[in-house]
T-cell receptor
Framework: EPEVTQTPSHQVTQMGQEVILRCVPISNHLYFYWYRQILGQKVEFLVSFYNNEISEKSEIFDDQFSVERPDGSNFTLKIRSTKLEDSAMYFC???????????FGQGTRLTVV | GNSVTQMEGPVTLSEEAFLTINCTYT??????LFWYVQYPGEGLQLLLK?????DKGSNKGFEATYRKETTSFHLEKGSVQVSDSAVYFCALRGSGGSNYKLTFGKGTLLTVNP
């Protein structure tokens, strides 16, 4: 069964460093998303991406964040200068035209120290 | 804006007990409603969904009915198993636009003991 895969499963980084979280969506899907969950809090929408551009972003998704689909298969989330409060589980999701629901990856746990 | 409120966990049950996890929502229009489950060490998996009022979503013995009059989508299972231990998330997708972003509740941790 096709699935969304995310790498790495856990990343530890120092405050101020750049991180790139990687996702491989399901191959024929066209809509891509990033969500995050700070420990003990809600899963929050960050950004959606369609047709090689951002279609919607939340207020969390400020200038420190960017997304890219560099090669037609990967979908990346970059945080330019990490802060302690960026520590969270980051989930990638994708959706095909035929589906009303999104399919999620297993998440990347980002720890900023 | 849209919001989802789930009952606070954790919930601890014995095997074969009846499960209810309450979920209520606030949204304009006609949202679609979902339950996602996260097993230990895994990602979010869709458990069931309902796209219009009075629809009942069901899967793996779990059920939830979309109640527009009470703005609720409570998750139920008649007899839980140890393997049902996981975090359960209620979510909605608004009816406007084509973006299909989800609004989640905080999640409810369920532990089922043998």
């Amino acid at each position: 069964e096709p699935e969304v895969t995310q790498t790495p499963s856990h990343q530890v980084t120092q405050m101020g460093q750049e991180v790139i979280l990687r996702c491989v969506p399901i191959s024929n899907h066209l809509y891509f998303y990033w969500y995050r969950q700070i420990l003990g809090q809600k899963v929050e929408f960050l950004v959606s991406f369609y047709n090689n551009e951002i279609s919607e972003k939340s207020e969390i998704f400020d200038d420190q964040f960017s997304v890219e689909r560099p090669d037609g298969s990967n979908f990346t989330l970059k945080i330019r200068s990490t802060k302690l409060e960026d520590s969270a589980m980051y989930f990638c999701a994708s959706r095909g035209i035929r589906y009303t629901e999104a399919f999620f990856g297993q998440g990347t746990r980002l720890t900023v120290v | 804006g849209n919001s989802v409120t789930q009952m606070e966990g954790p919930v601890t049950l014995s095997e074969e007990a009846f499960l209810t996890i309450n979920c209520t929502y606030t949204a304009t229009g006609y949202p679609s409603l979902f339950w996602y489950v996260q097993y230990p060490g895994e990602g979010l998996q869709l458990l069931l969904k309902a796209t219009k009022a009075d629809d009942k979503g069901s899967n793996k013995g779990f059920e939830a009915t979309y109640r527009k009059e009470t703005t609720s989508f409570h998750l139920e299972k008649g007899s839980v198993q140890v393997s049902d231990s996981a975090v359960y998330f209620c979510a909605l997708r608004g009816s406007g636009g084509s973006n299909y972003k989800l609004t989640f509740g905080k999640g409810t941790l369920l532990t089922v003991n043998p």
